[in-house]
Every structure is written in C-alpha cells, then in structure tokens.
Nanobody
C-alpha cells in the first residue's frame, strides 16, 4: 500500500510553468513505477507521463511531450512533473499514480486525490 499526496497546482498564465510534486508514503518508494494522469472538466481522465522505478525510463502523452518532464527523487520519496509552455487546454486536475509494474501507458494501481492546474489565456 502506498499513499500519494500531490501539491504544486494553481493558477498560471498561458506560456508559464508549474512543477507538480507528489509525496509518497508507505511501502518502499523505489519499488513503484510512478506517473501522472489528468482530467479536464467534462472530459475523461487521460495519461500524462510515467517513470520507471529507477527513473531510467519515462514516457509522455503526445499532448505534453516536449513541454513536460517527469522525474523522481527516491531519497525524498517524491515524483515531479515539470510543465512548461502551459496552454489553456492543460487545465485539469492532475493525479499522481503508482504501480508495481512499469507501463509506458501509465501506472494505475494507486491514486492520489489530485491537484488543480488552471491555465488562463
């Protein structure tokens, strides 16, 4: 079992940047692949990014590729999502996820409660 708590969301202007953080507690953090999903108002939840247990592999949705970077600090039990050149369509609740199996399409065993990102035009 792992508990996930996101932070770092907020209101930002288009073209700006945000760094989301997700602190994990419970079982050994390094034993989990980690990721991010998001859900925009009125839309289904979608994959954003994922990172392997060691951090050696990462994957991104086409919609954020080149603008976002996922990283992890296993010593701090934290995963990050750096988002640059933000667009209004990036507005969503962002969820941190964890899973025992690395999948480039995302890991979904455990979910945080989410943090809201709002990008104004």
């Amino acid at each position: 079992q792992v508990q996930l708590v996101e932070s770092g969301g907020g209101l930002v202007q288009a073209g700006g940047s945000l760094r989301l953080s997700c602190a994990a507690s419970g079982r050994t953090f390094s034993s989990y692949a980690m990721g991010w999903f998001r859900q925009a108002p009125g839309k289904e939840r979608e994959f954003v990014a994922a990172i392997s247990r060691s951090g050696g592999s990462a994957s991104y949705a086409d919609s954020v590729k080149g603008r976002s970077t996922i990283s992890r600090d296993n010593a701090k039990n934290t995963v990050y999502l750096q988002m640059n050149s933000l667009k209004p369509e990036d507005t969503a609740v962002y969820y941190c996820t964890a899973g025992s199996t690395w999948r480039p399409s995302g890991v979904t065993d455990y979910w945080g409660k989410g943090t809201l990102v709002t990008v104004s035009s």
